[in-house]
């Protein structure tokens, strides 16, 4: 879930954002990847995106995220 976050803030495609997953530190980390870790490939980061879709949970989730995000600020 947090790459899709990294994703959608960044305007990132699947395969972009696959590609910052493994180069950057800063994504690593806030995705709870260490440097050994594998990473999501983007066919892996589609289907996550897909299944959220189909249940209707995606703007939901991202809606909640955003909401606690602001409470924060």
């Known amino acids: 879930m947090r790459c ?3 994703g959608m803030w960044h305007g990132l495609s699947d395969p972009a954002l696959e590609a910052q997953i493994r180069d ?3 994504f ?3 995705a709870g990847f260490s440097l050994s870790d594998r990473t999501p490939d983007h066919s892996t980061l589609w289907r996550l ?6 249940e209707r ?9 955003n909401r606690q995000l602001e409470r924060r600020a």
């Open 4 to 6: 899709l976050l990294l």
């Open 24 to 26: 950057r530190l800063s």
């Open 28 to 30: 690593r980390r806030f």
């Open 49 to 54: 995106r897909e299944e959220l879709t189909r």
């Open 57 to 65: 949970l995606i703007d939901k989730v991202f809606e909640e995220i």
